[in-house]
């Protein structure tokens, strides 16, 4: 019978070695002391490329991960302030939501709208003479979300 522990390096062994790459950066916050102990006696277990992308309770200005006029002030000791009302917010994050879902239909369909398509390739939109020939490198793109008040 296999224990949490067990479980969990398995579990981190098919991730890293099935789904290499996959994941560029994880911030999670408000950890619980014993989620975080658990993290730690794991931490050798996980790859160290993989390792340096998880962040727990991260001080995310002082690490230098974004500035702090990027972040609202609570969790995460930005500078910016916003009042969360759902009846406001609600309906433009389902337009949104729709909209990007549409757009990203119509791309899939023009790469032929089949399996195989690559999700990178229809769900990410480069202007036209940006785009370079990278091989198998990485390109990182920033995103940012503002909430208009």
């Avoid at 522990?5 to 950890?31: A, C, K, W």
């Avoid at 790859?47 to 992308?53: F, L, M, N, Q, Y």
């Avoid at 230098?64 to 916003?82: A, C, P, Q, V, Y």
Wanted: glycine fraction near 8%.
């Amino acid at each position: 019978m296999l224990t949490t522990g067990d479980t969990f390096v398995q579990v981190l062994n098919i991730l890293q070695d099935h789904y290499p790459e996959r994941l560029g950066r994880s911030f999670v916050i408000n950890v619980p002391f014993l989620l975080n102990a658990f993290y730690k006696m794991l931490n050798p277990f996980i790859d160290p490329v993989t390792r340096e992308k998880l962040k727990f309770n991260p001080n995310c200005v002082k690490e230098g991960h974004f500035e702090s006029s990027m972040l609202i002030k609570r969790n995460w000791g930005g500078d910016r302030t916003i009042e969360y009302v759902h009846e406001k917010y609600w309906p433009a994050l389902l337009k949104l939501t729709g909209e990007t879902r549409e757009k990203h239909k119509e791309r899939w369909r023009k790469l032929g709208g089949k399996i195989g398509v690559k999700e990178w390739d229809y769900k990410v939109e480069i202007p036209a003479g940006e785009v370079e020939e990278k091989g198998e490198e990485k390109i990182e793109i920033s995103v940012a979300i503002a909430a208009q008040a």
